[in-house]
């Protein structure tokens, strides 16, 4: 079956760390997406992808880097630059041509700084 | 940016009840998506709505574009249906950069 795949679930995050979370597809989609939910909130843009090997910023870009060398990932990197990390991570994919349907979500990334 | 306000915050319903939800947004879109998140966090697309009203078994929306708001319709509430609604919405002149709302927050009680 395709789908979105988000890993790992959970992960701990020691300060002045960098951490990479896993974004993988293969329901042939053009876009990705990566957005940050804190408790209570709904979710903010980080960064997205058209494209292969091409990403735009989000409205919270800052402390995280992407890239996006082949179409089926999309990795996110949360840098030591990210002061406040601890939060629900979220990819998602759609296609962008003749769009019929919206956001296909994988299941997050809870990420925790201890 | 667009500014997306959903309504109410919070709902509780009996189960068996009927709801609305709305989302009012404050430039115009060319696409808007409701969104279903459960207690685990999985975010589900319940439609893609840019215009128009589309129905699948117990909800529906109709999205008035040219009045900026998009309503979500439950009938025969379920506690399964209990979870956060959220709409997004993307701009016309900001294509592949959807935008949410902070959500509506449902609870149907047994």
């Known amino acids: 079956d395709g789908g979105i795949t988000q890993s790992p679930k959970y992960l701990f995050r020691k300060e002045g760390q960098n951490v990479t979370l896993s974004c993988e597809q293969n329901?042939?989609?053009?876009?990705m997406y990566w957005y940050r939910q804190d408790p209570g909130q709904g979710l903010r843009l980080i960064y997205y992808?058209?494209?292969?090997?091409?990403?735009q910023k989000g409205d919270i870009a800052e402390g995280y880097s992407v890239s996006r060398e082949k179409k089926e990932s999309f990795p996110l990197t949360v840098t030591s630059a990210q002061k406040n990390p601890t939060a629900f991570y979220l990819c998602?994919?759609?296609?962008?041509?003749?769009?019929?349907?919206?956001?296909?979500f994988g299941s997050g990334t809870r990420l925790t700084v201890v | 940016g667009i500014q997306v306000e959903q309504s109410p915050p919070d709902l509780i319903l009996q189960e068996g009840a009927n709801s609305t939800l709305r989302c009012n947004f404050s430039d115009s879109v060319n696409n808007l998506q409701w969104f279903h998140q459960n207690p685990w966090g999985q975010l589900i697309n319940l439609f893609y709505?840019?215009?128009g009203t589309k129905q699948n078994g117990r909800l529906s929306a109709t999205t008035v574009a040219t009045e900026r708001y998009s309503l979500l319709y439950i009938s025969s509430s379920q506690t399964t249906d209990s979870g956060v609604y959220f709409c997004?919405?993307?701009?016309?002149?900001?294509?592949?950069?959807?935008?949410f709302g902070d959500g509506t927050t449902l609870t149907v009680k047994p």
């Open positions: 997004a919405v993307e701009r016309r002149t900001n294509a592949g950069k959807s935008t």
């Open positions: 329901l042939n989609h053009d876009a």
């Open positions: 992808s058209q494209i292969v090997n091409d990403f």
């Open positions: 709505i840019p215009s």
């Open positions: 998602a994919s759609s296609i962008l041509r003749d769009r019929v349907g919206g956001y296909t």
